[in-house]
């Protein structure tokens, strides 16, 4: 009884974990690079929520603090945190979109195993064709 | 086949592993949103407090950002614009122009056209008022970037990445960079330190909104850039 009601409690923290997990088990099991980006999307969102969810109040105002306002207000630091945390997520994300794209063009595929069979294979005459269709 | 299902097993054990410390230390913190818990009563009583009069801006998230942690958001700034070389970097040497543009409906084409304007007067207002409303120069500069890529889908990026020059481009994306160095430097002399914001609180405003509207713009422009690079359609 007393478990369950910590829980519920706790619900908030415990669907963070429940994301957090969720984008671990597609960070690590898919095998298509796309996906991968979208697990680690999942996994850093999960921390943003549990960061703000920290900084709440039962009835907080959000902390705009205008003279004369008795609260309660949210705590103002998380949110300065995630903001940082949001433009490092996107830099990431979209660097690791570009060199998806990039590995796309030299081995036509973004499934790992695709790429780990062309490069056991050896094979450089889709590539060579692929660049020198595309510049022009 | 096998490999892939013994991975996958292993995962899971591995995931499982890591559920129980996670959860287990999650329920040992106090609730959400009590108001006597350790993160509302030490170190944000106290910007709650004082912070809006130190800070100079209403909205205490914007004070933190711009003013008690400047060198903190400075370095986001950077951080953003690097990953914009970056990706323009590895865009440059990916040619990935064979996809064939989908016409949108005309009624998508129309909305969008139309929304635009009004899309850029709200980032606009969320940008100069985000020192006393919610909002501030990121949220003001993502719905500029939005708007861009919104346009660049209807209008098809190339014809949007061309409205401005390749130049101007790139001023645009550092002007987030630029302001604010310029403002930290102009804390030396106005404040007595860099990234000091002066305490007269006319000027102070007039700063704060310089600095909201530089990461506004160069935000937008980087999130744009982003965008039309892994799009193929700006090569510069």
Do not use: C
Request: charged fraction near 15%.
């Amino acid at each position: 009884m007393k478990i369950a009601a910590t829980a519920l409690s706790h619900v908030d923290y415990l669907v963070a974990v429940a994301l957090f997990l969720t984008g671990a088990w597609i960070l690590l099991t898919s095998g298509n690079l796309v996906k991968k980006v979208i697990g680690l999307n999942i996994m850093e969102t999960s921390v943003f929520a549990f960061i703000v969810t920290t900084g709440m109040i039962d009835g907080g105002a959000p902390p705009l603090v205008a003279p004369g306002d008795p609260g309660p207000f949210a705590s103002p630091l998380p949110h300065a945190l995630v903001l940082t945390g949001i433009v490092v997520a996107v830099s990431v994300t979209s660097l690791a979109l570009v060199l998806i794209l990039r590995v796309r063009a030299e081995f036509g595929s973004v499934e790992l195993d695709e790429i780990a069979l062309s490069l056991a294979a050896g094979d450089t005459a889709e590539q060579s064709e692929r660049h020198g269709s595309a510049d022009d | 086949m096998n490999r892939r299902r013994a991975g996958r097993i292993l995962t899971a054990v591995l995931i499982a592993a890591l559920a129980v410390p996670l959860m287990y230390g999650m329920v040992q913190l106090p609730a959400p949103g009590h108001a006597d818990a350790p993160a509302h009563t030490n170190v944000s009583a106290g910007y709650i407090e004082r912070g809006a009069e130190l800070g100079g801006s209403e909205n205490l998230v914007t004070g933190v950002l711009l003013n008690f942690r400047a060198l903190d958001t400075f370095g986001e700034v950077l951080v953003i614009f690097t990953a914009w070389l970056a990706v323009a970097a590895v865009a440059g040497t990916a040619s990935n122009a064979e996809r064939d543009p989908v016409p949108p409906s005309p009624v998508v084409d129309y909305v969008i056209r139309l929304l635009g304007p009004f899309i850029a007067i709200f980032a606009l207002f969320v940008i100069v008022n985000g020192h006393v409303l919610p909002g501030g120069g990121f949220q003001g500069g993502v719905l500029l970037g939005a708007m861009l890529i919104l346009l660049s889908l209807v209008m098809d990026a190339e014809t949007v990445a061309r409205a401005v020059s390749a130049r101007s481009w790139i001023w645009l994306r550092a002007t987030g960079v630029l302001v604010f160095a310029m403002v930290a430097v102009m804390g030396l002399p106005l404040a007595g330190y860099l990234f000091g914001l002066p305490d007269e609180p006319g000027l102070r405003q007039v700063l704060t909104v310089a600095l909201e509207l530089g990461i506004g713009i160069g935000g937008g422009a980087v999130l744009a850039g982003l965008f039309f690079a892994i799009a193929g359609a700006d090569r510069s």
